[in-house]
């Protein structure tokens, strides 16, 4: 099993989904409620499904993290303190900026999952790599569905 050094970093970057998780969790809510336009149908089944997926993660995470004895945050300010994805904005008001704001996010996750993976598999926690896998593997293919409906 890992050493503490090592349980401290996949901690770290399990605590850091947690946040990210929560975070894309709102995001996607608020997408949901305020997309608008001629994809207002297809837009807003996409990111309840996405949000509940979200929600799925985030509380997989969360109980990976008390299972491996650690203490997952638990509040929305230390999410927001600790996330690498941003809360949604009025910026991001036309549904395409929705979508690349999204893609950008899960790209983010992406990257921060395969640091996770790595050091997960060096500590010999097979467990935490093969959650990071599963949650990349599906985020990649939402960003290709995504990339795709951009054009």
């Known amino acids: 099993m890992a050493k503490a050094k090592e349980?401290?970093?996949?901690?770290?970057?399990?605590?850091k989904q947690v946040a990210n998780f929560s975070v894309l969790y709102m995001k996607l809510h608020h997408y949901h409620w305020y997309v608008k336009g001629e994809n207002f149908f297809t837009l807003h089944v996409k990111f309840e499904e996405l949000y509940k997926e979200a929600s799925l993660h985030l509380d997989t995470i969360a109980e990976r993290m008390l299972a491996v004895g650690a203490k997952p945050a638990a509040t929305l300010?230390?999410?927001?303190?600790?996330?690498?994805?941003?809360?949604?904005?009025?910026?991001?008001?036309a549904a395409s900026e929705m979508v690349e704001a999204l893609?950008?996010?899960?790209?983010t996750i992406c990257k921060e999952l395969t640091e996770g993976?790595?050091?997960?598999?060096?500590?010999?926690?097979?467990?935490?790599?093969?959650?990071?896998?599963?949650?990349?593997?599906?985020l990649e293919k939402h960003k290709w569905m995504l990339k795709a409906y951009l054009g």
């Open 77 to 93: 300010k230390e999410h927001l303190e600790m996330a690498s994805v941003e809360e949604a904005s009025d910026s991001e008001s």
């Open 7 to 15: 349980m401290e970093k996949i901690t770290d970057t399990l605590n």
């Open 117 to 138: 993976i790595t050091a997960a598999e060096d500590s010999d926690d097979q467990p935490t790599a093969d959650l990071f896998i599963a949650i990349r593997t599906s």
């Open 103 to 107: 893609v950008d996010d899960f790209d």
